[in-house]
């Protein structure tokens, strides 16, 4: 795994952290301001300079953790060293909640794209949290079950869709693919977009030329934008090219 940049040191912090930056996330949708300021309270905030690790993949729990500003990655290395993003996360995502549920190890590595601040909470005090609000326990196990769903499909695409189906679901920002991926896919390099997919650039690169030959996408400078959504929603549905486009 390449080496990155130390995190600033700037040690974790109870400094206030306003409840809305809270109401906003699935897991905290819904709770009454009084809850919302416990949270808050458990809280601590961790400052990262781009480049910087935030956590490495089995190393133990380090909780949930929910952007306050800047871009995260979510990422895999397999044993020949190729790395997958799983996701680039803005404000206000969280990440790491399988770990921070269970307290095992982290599931993943995740390090800062820009300057990022992280809000922390650690595994037991979530539980404490949980047994103590109902609500936050139900919008948790609500949460777990949609993210397991969107993992399931995810599997399930990379398994028996294309390359140029599953490109078609990425631009249509559809949520197995761009739920959490904040950057919209006509601003990711195609190195991004492969590791998104699970593919390579090259793969990526023909994928695209077919796209735009089919006249479902168009380039623009460096940018890659939409031409025809109808015919990218049925490619992304039914893993065909739509024929009347492919004909013209």
Same mark, same amino acid.
């Given at each position: 795994m390449p080496d990155h940049p130390k995190p600033v040191h700037t040690p974790p912090t109870h400094q206030p952290i306003h409840p809305l930056e809270?109401?906003?996330v699935p897991y905290f949708s819904g709770l009454p301001d009084c809850t919302l300021k416990r949270i808050a309270a458990a809280a601590h905030r961790h400052c990262y300079q781009a480049g910087a690790v935030i956590f490495n993949e089995d190393d133990d729990c380090a909780g949930l953790h929910m952007i306050a500003d800047g871009l995260v990655r979510i990422y895999r290395v397999n044993a /020949?060293?190729? $790395?997958?993003?799983l996701s680039l996360l803005r &404000? =206000? &995502?969280t990440f790491n909640e399988v770990a921070a549920v269970d307290g095992g190890p982290n599931p993943f590595n995740a390090v800062a794209v820009t300057n990022a601040e992280v809000l922390v909470i650690r595994h037991v005090t979530l539980l404490n949290l949980m047994a103590a609000e109902p609500d936050l326990l139900n919008n948790t196990v609500q949460t777990l079950a949609r993210l397991n769903r969107e993992y399931i499909e995810r599997l399930e695409d990379m398994t028996f869709r294309t390359i140029p189906s599953r490109l078609a679901k990425l631009f249509l920002h559809e949520t197995t693919y761009a739920d959490q991926i904040a950057e919209t896919p006509s601003q990711l390099t195609q190195e991004e977009i492969a590791a998104i997919l699970g593919t390579t650039r090259e793969v990526v690169g023909r994928a695209l030329r077919s796209l735009m030959n089919a006249g $479902? $996408? *168009?380039r623009k400078g460096r940018h890659v934008y939409i031409v025809d *959504?109808?015919? $990218? /929603?049925y490619l992304a549905e039914t893993n065909m090219m739509p /024929? =009347?486009?492919v004909e013209r």
């Open positions: 809270w109401a906003n /020949e060293g190729r $790395l997958h993003t &404000s =206000p &995502s $479902l $996408l *168009r *959504r109808v015919g $990218l /929603e /024929e =009347p486009l």
